[in-house]
């Protein structure tokens, strides 16, 4: 059951509405790679991306899902809109309103960007990251990777490693795991993840290798050096010395099937090895694919949901 105007963050959706979403996207996972199998569920809705901040991942798979459900898909490109002459966040919103759109997908640098437009427009909003507060549909991929290959979240040891304190994936993460019953640890140094996390229900370690010997699923996090405003370690090899995933730390300390996952863009060398994230047990790529299976599924049930925006009835 899934009865939403917007998407804005996985703190607040529950077990079932999470489910439902899950459940549509391995239906719509088949339509990625047999386009016979695409339609025009969707030929009435319009989509527009608004991107304050940068994305290859998140933007392109959402135009690529409205575009196999048979939607009409545009990106705003706002770094060449009225954007940079001062047009405000919900001027631009109701500009677009006023256009007929109907699902607004964001990502902006401010935390609450999402809520703020979702409360300006009649379109439906999608929150795909708002500053380090969260990124939800990056999140819900991540629980259908770790559902296909794990078949379960209940007791479920999952670890995320890396810059805990600037990312909006470890909180979505963070807020959807628990909530589904697996037990979450973030894992860090002390200037990239804080004990006040523990407020969310998880465990909070510096100690790398007990963050690993116990984990299903090992998530790696980009450092996320545009929003640092100080280095939190002395240089790159020390980190990736103290703090990054390579084989010999995987083959003394972690399980043998242990998942690895990152949500990308990686850095290289820094918070994983080459070797793991090109290893037998990562997913990176397949997370990929599955952003695109999660997205279609948030529009379809968006676009059903929100009646008074212009969808489905
Ligand atoms: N994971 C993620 O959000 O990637 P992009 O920044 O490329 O969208």
């Given at each position: 059951m899934f ?5 804005l ?21 088949q ?9 025009t ?16 991942r ?8 409205g ?8 990106d705003?490109g ?27 997908i ?9 809520h ?12 795909a ?7 939800p549909?990056?999140?819900l ?9 794990k078949?379960?979240f ?19 993460n963070a ?6 019953g ?10 990239l993840?804080s ?6 229900g998880?465990?909070?370690t510096?100690d ?61 060398g820094?918070?994983?090895?080459s070797?793991v ?11 990929v694919?599955n ?10 049930l ?12």
């Amino acid at each position: 059951m899934f009865r939403r105007k917007d998407l804005l963050g996985l703190r607040d959706l529950s077990r079932e509405e999470i489910m439902t979403i899950l459940e549509l996207a391995a239906e719509m996972k088949q339509k990625i790679d047999d386009p016979s199998l695409r339609s025009t569920e969707l030929k009435k809705s319009s989509i527009v991306t608004l991107f304050y901040e940068n994305s290859t991942r998140t933007k392109m798979s959402f135009m690529l899902a409205g575009d196999y459900l048979g939607a009409m898909v545009k990106d705003l490109g706002v770094s060449t809109s009225s954007v940079n002459k001062g047009e405000s966040l919900i001027d631009t919103g109701m500009t677009l309103d006023q256009m007929g759109i109907n699902v607004m997908i964001i990502r902006h640098q401010l935390t609450g960007a999402a809520h703020i437009l979702a409360k300006n427009v009649k379109a439906s909003v999608v929150n795909a990251g708002d500053g380090s507060n969260e990124h939800p549909t990056q999140a819900l991929l991540d629980l259908f990777t770790i559902l296909e290959y794990k078949k379960r979240f209940e007791g479920l040891n999952v670890t995320i490693l890396g810059d805990i304190s600037h990312s909006r994936v470890a909180r979505s993460n963070a807020f959807g795991l628990t909530k589904l019953g697996a037990n979450v640890t973030l894992a860090g140094p002390s200037t990239l993840v804080s004990n006040s996390m523990k407020c969310l229900g998880v465990n909070v370690t510096s100690d790398i290798p007990a963050a690993i010997s116990n984990a299903d699923v090992v998530m790696g996090l980009r450092i996320q050096f545009e929003r640092q405003k100080n280095m939190p370690f002395p240089n790159l090899r020390e980190y990736s010395s103290l703090f990054g995933v390579n084989n010999e730390l995987l083959k003394k300390y972690a399980k043998e099937d242990v998942l690895i996952m990152h949500p990308g863009p990686v850095n290289r060398g820094v918070e994983l090895a080459s070797e793991v994230i090109d290893g037998k047990n990562s997913v990176i790529n397949i997370q990929v694919k599955n952003g695109v299976a999660v997205r279609m599924a948030i529009l379809k049930l968006l676009t059903e949901s929100n009646v008074q925006g212009g969808g489905a009835q």
